[in-house]
């Protein structure tokens, strides 16, 4: 578990059985345990309230938002908060969801050249208001998106998502959180290549 994060990265076998048991199933799935479980770990309380609030955001769908969307929106922000491990991580699984290896990297850079519809678009936008600038949030954002066929539950989404990953980009950036080097493959290469 070297250089995972700044803080104590505990054992697989020290951590609480029901966080452990999670992240076997994730690393059954997906052939690995992403780091920001062993890095959330030495916190199990903490760990617990963050995945029970990630879940509930990221692992819904809905007509307006499907999961690929939704990773787009972490994509984007993480760019925008210059957090390594989230732009890194969720990019291989939006690159996944949309079976095309350039999104991720035009979202997190540039979502406005980016390959995506004008109602995605207009998602991410707002998300970016979120981000930066969610002071400045007027009814004028509101209408946009509903112009695109948001309702007001998908903009409560939208902006929960983005509120959401801006404390991960945090916690990933002080805890200096190693994305896993299976993310960077993720999406481009067929798996029983990587």
């Known amino acids: 578990m070297n250089n995972v994060s700044r803080f104590p990265v505990p054992e697989l076998a020290n951590i609480p059985e029901d966080i452990r048991a999670r992240m076997l199933e994730v690393q059954e799935k997906a052939g690995f345990i992403p780091n920001v479980f062993f890095t959330l770990a030495h916190r199990p309380a903490e760990c617990r309230a963050f995945f029970?609030?990630?879940?509930?955001?990221?692992?819904?769908?809905?007509?307006?938002?499907?999961?690929?969307e939704r990773e787009m929106i972490v994509v984007t922000t993480s760019g925008a908060n210059d957090c390594l491990?989230?732009?890194?991580?969720?990019?291989?699984?939006?690159?996944?969801?949309t079976k095309n290896a350039r999104i991720a990297d035009q979202v997190a850079i540039n979502h406005r050249k980016a390959e995506i519809?004008?109602?995605?678009?207009?998602?991410?936008?707002?998300?970016?208001?979120?981000?930066?600038?969610?002071?400045?949030?007027?009814t004028s954002d509101f209408d946009a998106l509903r112009a695109h066929g948001f309702t007001d539950d998908d903009i409560w989404d939208i902006g929960s998502i983005t509120a959401f990953f801006g404390m991960s980009n945090r916690i990933a950036n002080f805890a200096s959180m190693r994305p896993n080097d299976e993310f960077y493959l993720m999406g481009r290469v067929p798996r029983e290549k990587r």
């Open 52 to 68: 029970a609030y990630h879940d509930a955001l990221m692992m819904k769908e809905t007509p307006a938002l499907n999961k690929a």
């Open 85 to 97: 491990y989230c732009v890194v991580a969720h990019g291989a699984i939006l690159r996944v969801y």
């Open 117 to 138: 519809t004008p109602k995605q678009r207009a998602m991410l936008d707002y998300a970016m208001r979120v981000a930066l600038h969610s002071n400045e949030i007027e």
